[in-house]
């Protein structure tokens, strides 16, 4: 992540932010800034400095026709990849690097729980009230897994502790993952665009190498040009029997087709809380594979979000005020 020094302003800044937000969680922004609220409705140009925009899409983009003058996007998501062609190369735009954490590192690790101690099937045995119906969660074992042995007494569903788990992206999200990953004593392996030691991050190149070897593959890197279909064919290809992926990053780094495939053959599991389209339409195949836990992209949210996002903006804006360097820009204006 850049650092861009900007020179100080002076006098007043205005910055338009959603109307749909709560004005309070604005109560920290510096006494130099005018917040404007902002409707995603039609109406009249506004002129603004800095523009936060709505975290939803498609309001946002509603928005943006009415704004003149804007230098400065301080993005309340840390993923803004639809942002920089919207504003053009002429803005800067800083993202909320640090404010998804917690919420998408505690689903990462509850969907891998959710998925290795089989709650998706135990859901359904619940629903059918029949309790000898857990005899199935060591037919699902043998059948993931390839491990065919008669094992007594019966699995009824797997342990984390000890396993190896892949991670392709070691940034703000994935070292906070890797912080609650620690009471599980995992073999973690780490990848990222560059290599590096202590710890040791491994560079994307080696990724055909690493795949065979981890048990659970967490994907927490960008969308970007170079990780669009990073797993597909080949990579579900080289992962090992029942391996579980995780998406808790964006859908387009996984070849949906390929996805599918590998779920409905049966070579992997899944839990996914983004995918590619998404929206997800009604009857895609994804929503019948089986071995899939899926949630509608949900895993930044949470009721402590937005407060820790404005917080990280107003933090920005001081800095941008201050003419101090900004600590989280994803594109600097040129
Ligand atoms: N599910 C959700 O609701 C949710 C919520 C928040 C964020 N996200 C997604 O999570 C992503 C990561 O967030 P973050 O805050 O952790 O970002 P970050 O701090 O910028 O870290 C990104 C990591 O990905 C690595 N990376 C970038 N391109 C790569 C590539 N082509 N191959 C391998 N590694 C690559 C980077 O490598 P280097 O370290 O070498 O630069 C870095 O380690 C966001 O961009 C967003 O798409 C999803």
């Known amino acids: ?19 749909t937000l709560a004005a309070e969680l604005l109560s920290g922004f510096p006494r130099q800034a005018e917040l404007i609220p902002l409707s995603d409705a039609p109406g009249p140009e506004v ?8 975290p939803y899409q498609t309001r946002a983009l509603r928005t943006w026709p009415r704004l003149r003058g804007v230098r400065l996007v301080l993005a309340l998501m840390a993923g803004t990849e639809w942002i920089p062609r919207t504003v053009g190369p002429h803005v800067t735009i800083c993202n ?22 089989y709650f998706p099937l135990y859901l359904d045995i619940q629903r059918t009230g029949i309790w000898k119906r857990r005899f199935e969660a060591t037919a699902h074992y043998a059948k993931i897994t390839g491990d065919a042995r008669a094992v007594y007494p019966p699995v009824m569903q797997e342990e984390l502790t000890g396993k190896t788990v892949l991670m392709v992206g070691y940034g703000s999200i994935g070292k906070e993952i890797e912080r609650m990953l620690e009471p ?37 890197l960008p969308a970007t ?28 780094i996984v070849d949906t087709e390929a996805l599918v495939d590998a779920l409905n053959t049966g070579r992997v599991r899944a839990a996914l809380d983004v995918t590619e389209p998404e929206p997800l339409p009604e009857g895609h195949p994804l929503w019948s594979c089986p071995n899939l836990l899926l949630t509608p992209h949900v895993g930044g949210s949470s009721p402590q979000f937005a407060p820790r996002a404005l917080r990280t903006a107003a933090d920005e804006l001081r800095r941008y005020i201050a003419g101090e360097p900004l600590q989280n820009v994803v594109q600097a204006a040129v």
Do not use: C
């Open 1 to 19: 992540m850049s650092e861009t020094a900007t020179e100080s302003v002076t006098g007043i800044v205005r910055v338009g932010y959603p109307a």
């Open 47 to 54: 002129d603004i400095d800095v523009w936060i925009p709505d």
């Open 96 to 117: 909320a690097r640090g404010a998804h954490n917690i919420s998408t590192a505690e689903w990462t690790v509850s969907s891998i729980l959710a998925m290795l101690k």
């Open 184 to 220: 599980f004593h995992v073999d973690l392996l780490r990848v990222a665009r560059t290599p590096r030691t202590d710890p040791v991050v491994h560079a994307v190149s080696e990724l055909e190498a690493l795949l065979p070897r981890a048990e659970v593959i967490i994907l927490i």
């Open 225 to 252: 040009a170079e990780s669009n279909k990073l797993i597909g064919a080949r990579e579900f290809s080289l992962m090992r029997q029942g391996a579980l992926l995780v998406n808790a990053a964006r859908g387009p």
